[in-house]
């Protein structure tokens, strides 16, 4: 029997595997200290706490964009949530409606996918798990054969992480 490999295409915002908790920047409001201004790509100005935070400009701009954010562009070069903004930056918020943000979901599902395979199954093999254009997929070689039931416990611990 040879050991079945798991392959998930296509994850998308709003499926089972999507999660609207941001673990890895909730708490890191930074508002104390000085202030200082950023651009935003509409042109307009935003007064910000100057040890802000990605995430935290968008979550100042209002709660639905900081749920929807992915990533951030800071004076045209693609960021994370959690990169630091300096005074007088250009920003953009990314969401999955942009292509990096899309890319920057992918990417950041495929690690999810992995820690959660690995938790339940520390003896899986995990081969390749890189972001495509439509989404991502994992090479991941297990002991014995897994079922729906396999994948709903999967699915559960990604939801936890």
């Known amino acids: 029997m040879h050991p079945r490999r798991l392959h998930l295409h296509h994850l998308v915002p709003g499926t089972k595997l999507c999660t609207e908790s941001r673990p890895l920047v909730s708490g890191l409001n930074r508002w104390e200290g000085k202030n200082m201004e950023v651009l935003l790509k509409d042109g307009s100005r935003l007064e910000v706490g100057d040890k802000a935070s990605v995430f935290d400009v968008a979550e100042k701009i209002g709660a639905g964009l900081a749920r929807a954010t992915l990533a951030g562009e800071v004076n045209g070069k693609a960021v994370d949530l959690r990169t630091k903004v300096p005074a007088d930056s250009e920003i953009a918020i990314l969401t999955f409606d942009d292509e990096y943000g899309q890319e920057a979901f ?43 039931s396999d994948l709903e416990k999967i699915e559960a611990e990604m939801q936890k992480i």
């Open 106 to 148: 992918h990417h950041s599902s495929s690690h999810l996918l992995a820690q959660a395979v690995k938790r339940l199954y520390p003896d899986a093999k995990l081969a390749i798990g890189p972001a495509i254009d439509q989404g991502f997929y994992y090479d991941i070689e297990f002991a014995r054969p897994i079922s729906d």
